[in-house]
């Protein structure tokens, strides 16, 4: 009996090394290819696993300096090897091909994950004729004039509830992320799609529980790294997607009741009102017509409110942060900010014209998005045939391939050796100076907070408002 339990035993050892072998080589053994860029080593990825670190504590150490001598690694992310690119040539080359680094987002790389189906198949990572489809509708709703004063009232709003918050902690410091996060929300649903979720007035609003609930699910290290553990019918992954169509069906249940101009939808106009009388349709309302005409199926339907809501919200709320804890940082920007603003003359009026005539403000909101992009990294292109990037980096086809816009904004060979220095002054004086650095250093691909090329964000108008509304509305209220 002790033998056959030794047998046993071994074999079960034998079997279990076999499996972690196979694993390695299928999954954990860097490419071959591209042979010239070094490979960061797959641990790295896994260190969440077992201790509390940041992600940009992990860039730092194990990332930065390697990108940015070769201008690309290999970087394990999502159970496969991909390439992280930093080198803004290279990515001039991306940008510039669409049919040759084509988008494949998660629906692609690692469906039936969670992950895959809470975004789905959608406007940012779709591509050819799907993805002309989805502009079409999605486009013209971005492009529209907004509703600056909507804004406004809701950055008051905001200005009470942190006053109340002060109040209760006895002047104390408050954490403001989740308020941030409320008021972003209440913007991208108001403004941008003309629905009321009530998430501003209420923490308890359903949107915001379901929210944070879903984010807690989708983002846990270990099914980022192992999606294929999402197939396992763990009863949490049951319920996380569980959350998923919860979450998707109260967005959809607000767009129709904004689109049929019930109380619940803002000031029971529907989508047919504007800003102004006659304006065209809002985004909320040609997404539903796509549907209902036939153009998008259900499932589009849900997948693009939710990659429009998600970025929408998310991004502008983590750009307020980083602005906010700039801002603090440099108080000396905060007077330069406020000064601008009492020479300009623009009391409470938020015309869009007018914001654009604050020249400082905007360059202050250029260098937070430069140094802090509210994405960090982004992997979601495909390479559709083998190729060479730049002279000598062969990418064999069907590669992933992607950027990270924290370590490409902060090149020094771009920018100077004050690269990680906060000087919004960088970007020019006047309007027509800073507008025209903008559009050069994004022509070379040295800013890519929007991304680039045709597929550049379609959301940048309506971020650029909010910023400025918002920062005008907080730096007259507070310091």
Known sequence: MLLLALITFAELVLVVAVAVAVVYFLILLPPRH????????????????????????IFRKYIDQPLRTHG?????????????????????????????????????KIPHSVLAAFLGDNIISSHGPTWQTYRAVIKPGLQQKFNA????????????????????????????????????VANC???LLNMKLQALERADARVNVLRTAVKREIFRPVFMNFPVLDHMPFPSRNNARALVAAFKNELKSAL???????????????????????????????????????LWSEKQLLDNLTVVFVAGQENPQLLMISAL???????????????ELS????????????????????????????????????????????????????????????????????????????????????????????QRQYRQRRARAEFISFHGGRRACLGE????????????????QFR
Request: glycine share 12%; charged share 20%.
């Open 256 to 294: 129709v009741r904004g689109a049929a101009g019930d109380a619940g939808a803002l000031g029971g106009e529907g989508f047919g009102k504007g800003d102004e009388e006659g304006s065209k349709p809002g985004l909320g309302r040609r997404m539903l017509d796509a549907a209902e005409a036939g």
């Open 149 to 184: 004063g909507l804004v406004a009232k809701n950055a008051a709003q905001l200005c009470r509830l942190i006053q109340q918050a002060t109040q209760k902690a006895g002047g104390h410091g408050i954490t403001v992320q989740d308020l941030l996060q409320r008021y972003s």
């Open 343 to 434: 020479a300009g003359g623009t009391g409470d009026e938020f015309a869009e014209q007018q914001q654009q005539g604050l020249p400082y403000l905007t360059s202050v909101i250029y260098e937070c998005l430069r140094l802090f992009p509210p994405i960090g990294q982004l992997i979601n292109r495909r390479v559709d045939a083998d190729v060479v990037l730049g002279d000598n980096i062969v990418i064999p086809k069907g590669a992933y391939v992607g950027y990270n816009c924290y370590s490409t904004n902060r090149d020094p060979a771009a920018w100077g050796l004050d690269a990680d220095e906060f000087r919004p002054e960088r970007w020019g004086v006047t309007s027509e100076q800073i």
């Open 72 to 108: 690309a690694v290999k970087l394990f992310f999502g159970a496969q090897w991909n390439i992280l690119v930093h080198r803004p040539s290279f990515l001039v080359e991306i940008f510039r091909d669409e049919d040759l680094y084509q988008k494949s987002g998660n629906q692609k």
């Open 34 to 57: 591209p042979s010239n860029i070094p490979t960061i080593p797959f641990w790295v990825a896994l260190l969440p696993f077992f201790k509390d670190v940041d992600q940009s504590e």
């Open 325 to 339: 804890y700039l801002l603090a940082k440099h108080p000396a920007a905060q007077d330069a900010i406020l000064g």
């Open 189 to 191: 649903s108001e403004v």
């Open 461 to 476: 108008r309506f971020a650029m408002l909010q910023m400025r509304v918002t920062l005008t509305v907080l730096v007259r």
